[in-house]
Each structure stands twice: as structure tokens, then as C-alpha cells.
């Protein structure tokens, strides 16, 4: 197994409002300085979300960057909910790229509701990012 060599990690508890079915940013990582020019990231992250009314599914993303419209890590799954809709639930995401060429390289956890007629709201969230 290869040795870490970055690691970063964040954590909040501050509410975060997801608009509808809009994707939002819940947490990201703090920027991190490539220790090589080529680097595996192993990427975790995890929310607690209090879903919108009617809400149906909610699909986790980790995004390379800190705004929606930046590089989608992995694939976008939909996640059925598993509690009636404006209950509280745990969303987790893990990860692993290969990265080359940045000198530094930064991950957000983002969420969005599907089929929401209210806002959800991330109660609390944490990220790890390791450097390989």
C-alpha cells in the first residue's frame, strides 16, 4: 500500500440550504499542494441532510473545485431516500482519482434533491481528502 503522503480535511456544522432540486455546494476541502506531478486522491465525504417535501431521491457528487459547474469526480448517482421525506439522513461518498498536472487540487461535497417541492437543508458535513 502506498504511503499518504497529503492529507486535508475540513468539517462544519453550520446549515447549508439546498434550494429545491438545485445542486449546492455542502463542504469543501482545503486546497492542497500536489507533493508530485502525477498523485492518487482518495476522497471522502458525508452529510447529514434534512430532505425537502416530496422529495424522491438525492444524488451526492464530489466536484474537483469548490463551485457546482466544476469537474464532476466519479459518477452522479441517484440515491432513493430512505425515510419519508423531511426526515434527517446520512449521504456518504467515496472516491479515488488520479490526478497529473495541477499544483494544487481542492474537492467539494455537493447534494441536490430530486423531485423537492421545499428546501433541504445539510445539518452537518465533513471531507477528507488523502494525497497518495
Known amino acids: 500500500m502506498a504511503d499518504i ?6 468539517g462544519q456544522t453550520t446549515n447549508v440550504t439546498l434550494t429545491t432540486t438545485t445542486e449546492a455546494v455542502i463542504i469543501s476541502s482545503p486546497s492542497i499542494a500536489l507533493p ?8 471522502l465525504a458525508w452529510a447529514q441532510l434534512t430532505t ?6 438525492v444524488t451526492p457528487r464530489i466536484r474537483r473545485g469548490t463551485l457546482i459547474t466544476d469537474p464532476l469526480v466519479g ?14 439522513e446520512p449521504f456518504m461518498i467515496l472516491l479515488v482519482e488520479d490526478i497529473t498536472g495541477f499544483d494544487r487540487v481542492e ?6 434533491q430530486a423531485a423537492a417541492t421545499g428546501n433541504g437543508t445539510a445539518l452537518q458535513a465533513s471531507i477528507l481528502v488523502l494525497l497518495q
Not at 52 to 57: A, D, F, S, V
Not at 107 to 112: A, C, D, G, K, N
Open 75 to 88: 459518477e452522479a448517482n441517484a440515491e432513493n431516500i430512505k425515510a419519508a421525506a423531511g426526515q434527517t
Open 5 to 10: 503522503r497529503e492529507a486535508a480535511a475540513a
Open 52 to 57: 425537502g417535501t416530496l422529495t424522491t431521491t
Open 107 to 112: 474537492y467539494s461535497l455537493t447534494l441536490q
Open 36 to 43: 508530485a506531478n502525477m498523485v492518487r486522491a482518495i476522497i
